[in-house]
């Protein structure tokens, strides 16, 4: 993966941010617990990145998400679908559809990220 992929974000805004140090919480020194609404436009694109340190689970309130991963693996998300991202995936992923895609993401990446 990573020739023809993008290299850039586009049509992309992060909205609500809330975090959580995982440290005081729970003993989890170093991580971070976030929450993030994203918006993706019509024929936006969240670039090649990769989720080797904070895994993820992506939940979709609107529209339909195009999610590319290594070895030519795609599948279409849709409103109401969540799934897991493991610390193995590397990916990047794109609207295709005709209105704007909304998500809500949680990560745990590494404290300061």
């Given at each position: 993966?990573?020739?023809?992929?993008?290299?850039?974000?586009?049509?992309?805004?992060?909205?609500?941010?809330?975090?959580?140090?995982?440290?005081?919480?729970?003993?989890?020194?170093?991580?971070?617990?976030?929450?993030?609404?994203?918006?993706?436009?019509?024929?936006?694109?969240?670039?090649?990145?990769?989720?080797?340190?904070?895994?993820?689970?992506?939940?979709?309130?609107?529209?339909?998400?195009?999610?590319?991963?290594?070895?030519?693996?795609v599948k279409e998300h849709y409103a109401g679908e969540s799934w897991p991202v493991g610390t193995d995936v590397?990916?990047?992923?794109?609207?295709?559809?005709?209105?704007?895609?909304?998500?809500?993401?949680?990560?745990?990446?590494?404290?300061?990220?």
């Amino acid at each position: 993966m990573g020739q023809g992929s993008p290299t850039e974000n586009k049509g992309l805004t992060v909205g609500s941010t809330a975090t959580i140090d995982l440290g005081p919480e729970i003993g989890v020194q170093g991580r971070t617990l976030r929450l993030r609404l994203l918006t993706l436009a019509p024929g936006g694109v969240l670039a090649l990145h990769s989720h080797k340190d904070r895994p993820a689970v992506a939940y979709i309130i609107q529209g339909t998400l195009t999610e590319h991963r290594e070895g030519g693996w795609v599948k279409e998300h849709y409103a109401g679908e969540s799934w897991p991202v493991g610390t193995d995936v590397t990916h990047w992923e794109e609207n295709t559809g005709s209105e704007p895609l909304v998500a809500v993401a949680a990560d745990v990446p590494k404290s300061g990220m």
